[in-house]
């Protein structure tokens, strides 16, 4: 599937003022807050819908994704990747020490206990016992790598499969390739609690893809629904009234492209006025999880006026998954709160918020039948080192329980549309330092996902600046790892 953009011809003093003449505060400018964010330079829609479903390469065994990001680096030698030679080598040098973001000393036991799970005996930590209880249709890749041990960098990598210049982000590659079935919704929804993750919204940024496929973001944080996404609410205008002033805004357009070659941006306006229009008719009712029975909040671990923000990201993404929509990504929290460098113990408490959601995520979407055509991803944009992080003026200073970043070696796992389940895949060393066995780069994993969702990812390019760009990178390298697919 390759997509020839047509050089743009800009005409932005024409542009702007039509919209400031036109926009009038409308509620379908739900999307106008995160576009001037990010300030994507897309290419022009060579699709007539862009929403519309459309067919990939070959049948996919997964229809829609969901992206649990527990951004900041989760420690792997305390959730997934048990290090019994970790625990010998407490307090003492280790051998295999090798460069990160901050200097590191002696090893460091986990503080958490490990057992087995399922019929594959899958052993993981106490922190995520729920999610545990589904060990059998878990793939856990033990032996991921990245490039660097910083956090922009790799959350870069790990989004939009480049460390340092702006691409698309993988949730806007899947949208722009599948399009979205449910045409009242954004088809790519994106949601933090309480703040936006760093690198905010270049991570799901849609570059230079038409901007119609980058996320929206939704601050879970809220307990109304009509402020879950900024301005869906038209409080001047009723329906009707909005419909005859998108009606006059589409002939004013249509005189403009006449005029002129197809303009991306605007083109991308268009459509975010005519998706906020109509997810004022469908969005409240799919963000507002009161409507469920407390028997199933209370299995997400929501009770009461629902304040469990992660929680509460866990059942939304469950009714929007119903409703149509195509790529979820689920943050744990503003900046990154898995990056423990003074207290490792804090993961407990993180683990707290995202294991029971996670667990019932996965059970609700079996109840429903939804799990077998859902790839669940879970990780965040590295590891953490196993051994200790040594004190930093200004930074740990008295600390001696954390872990530094670690891009070495860490564990991602994944589940559902069809993953192999029960499987585990590569291995870091005795230590859980660096993957020394069957190593799997993010690019592998972003070429793996995509070919679950039924895409080849060589022919699944973009025309942009005179290359044929990828998910997964202009050069030769990144597989699509067989082992991981049932």
């Given at each position: 599937m390759s997509h020839h953009a047509p050089n743009l011809e800009h005409h932005f003093l024409t542009r702007r003022g039509l919209l400031s003449r036109i926009g009038m505060g409308f509620g379908s400018m739900a999307l106008g807050k995160l576009?001037?964010?990010?300030?994507?330079?897309?290419?022009?829609?060579?699709?007539?819908?862009?929403?519309?479903?459309?067919?990939?390469?070959?049948?996919?065994?997964?229809?829609?994704?969901?992206?649990?990001?527990?951004?900041?680096?989760?420690?792997h030698v305390d959730t997934f990747d048990p290090k019994p030679m970790l625990t010998k080598m407490d307090g003492k040098t280790l051998p295999n020490t090798l460069k990160t973001e901050r200097p590191t000393g002696a090893g460091f036991k986990s503080p958490f206990t490990f057992q087995k799970y399922g019929k594959c005996g899958l052993e993981v930590s106490e922190l995520f016992a729920n999610t545990a209880q589904h060990a059998d249709d878990m793939c856990v890749i033990r032996s991921m790598h990245a490039d660097v041990p910083n956090h922009e960098p790799s959350l870069g990598l790990l989004n939009c499969g480049e460390s340092r210049l702006n691409r698309p982000s993988m949730g806007s590659w899947i949208t722009y390739g599948l399009g979205s079935e449910n045409q009242n919704l954004p088809g790519y929804i994106v949601m933090c609690p309480n703040g936006m993750p760093v690198r905010r919204s270049k991570n799901w940024q849609a570059a230079f893809l038409p901007s119609v496929y980058q996320g929206t973001y939704v601050d879970s944080e809220n307990l109304e629904?009509?402020?879950?996404?900024?301005?869906?609410?038209?409080?001047?205008?009723?329906?009707?009234?909005?419909?005859?002033?998108?009606?006059?805004?589409?002939?004013?357009?249509?005189?403009?492209?006449?005029?002129?070659?197809?303009d991306g941006q605007l083109d991308a306006r268009i459509q975010s006025y005519e998706l906020g229009y109509r997810m004022q008719m469908e969005a409240s009712d799919a963000f507002d999880i009161m409507k469920e029975p407390e028997s199933v909040r209370q299995m997400y671990g929501i009770f009461g006026k629902g304040r469990e923000a992660f929680a509460r990201q866990c059942l939304i993404t469950r009714r929007l998954l119903e409703r149509g929509?195509?790529?979820?990504?689920?943050?744990?929290?503003?900046?990154?709160?898995?990056?423990?460098?003074?207290?490792?113990?804090?993961?407990?408490?993180?683990?707290?918020?995202?294991?029971?959601?996670?667990?019932?995520?996965?059970?609700?979407?079996?109840?429903?039948?939804?799990?077998?055509?859902?790839?669940?991803?879970?990780?965040?944009?590295?590891?953490?080192?196993?051994?200790?992080?040594?004190?930093?003026?200004?930074?740990?200073?008295?600390?001696?329980?954390?872990?530094?970043?670690?891009?070495?070696?860490?564990?991602?796992?994944?589940?559902?549309?069809?993953?192999?389940?029960?499987?585990?895949?590569?291995?870091?060393?005795?230590?859980?330092?660096?993957?020394?066995?069957k190593p799997m780069h993010v690019r592998d994993l972003h070429a793996t996902i995509l070919h679950l969702l039924g895409f080849d990812h060589e022919r699944f390019t973009y025309r942009y600046a005179g290359l044929d760009y990828r998910l997964t990178g202009v050069e030769d390298g990144p597989k699509v790892i067989k082992d991981l697919i049932a």
């Open positions: 576009m001037h964010e990010t300030g994507a330079q897309a290419a022009p829609s060579t699709v007539q819908d862009p929403f519309g479903v459309r067919v990939p390469h070959f049948a996919p065994k997964a229809k829609r994704v969901v992206h649990l990001f527990m951004n900041g680096g989760p420690s629904v009509d402020k879950l996404v900024e301005f869906v609410r038209n409080t001047s205008l009723d329906l009707k009234q909005q419909r005859r002033q998108l009606d006059l805004l589409l002939e004013l357009n249509q005189r403009h492209m006449i005029e002129r070659q197809r929509v195509r790529f979820l990504q689920l943050w744990t929290g503003e900046g990154q709160p898995w990056d423990n460098h003074d207290e490792i113990l804090d993961h407990k408490r993180l683990a707290e918020q995202t294991d029971r959601p996670i667990a019932a995520l996965m059970t609700d979407l079996k109840q429903r039948g939804l799990f077998d055509e859902t790839l669940i991803i879970w990780g965040g944009e590295f590891g953490r080192t196993p051994s200790v992080e040594l004190p930093t003026p200004g930074s740990n200073a008295g600390k001696q329980r954390g872990r530094d970043h670690n891009h070495w070696g860490f564990t991602t796992w994944m589940a559902g549309g069809g993953v192999k389940g029960g499987t585990i895949y590569g291995a870091t060393d005795e230590f859980g330092f660096q993957a020394v066995e």
